[in-house]
């Protein structure tokens, strides 16, 4: 807070995520020795199969905040994301979101109309 009425506030964040699976199988039968588990010991040949998958997933975002004495709000949010599974054309995604509020109590016109027992605040957004 600076001057006793303006207040500041901010939040950047990054996030990462990344996953790699590799699978790879394969079968065969009538082993020659029950004891050697190796697939080379099997007389007959059945299926084998591989594959590999990734995702990565990454995001950025940043909010702002002020009030100016505890009456007027204001707040702006923004975060982009990219991932993996998104289109290849479109591989980001971006939201931006603005709010503001003002509290009404400390308003005096609404003041004369709520009187002295009404609740603290007021918000609309």
Known sequence: MFNGVHEVTALVGHEFYQDKYNNLS???????DPSNDELDGAILSGESGSYRTYYNNEGWLFRGQY??????????????????RFPPRQPLGQLLECRRSMDHIQGKLLRRFVGRHAENQVLLR
């Open 26 to 32: 394969a079968n065969r039968s009538n082993m020659f």
């Open 67 to 84: 009030n100016y004495a505890q009456k007027y709000f204001g707040s702006v949010s923004f975060r982009r994301d990219a991932s993996s």
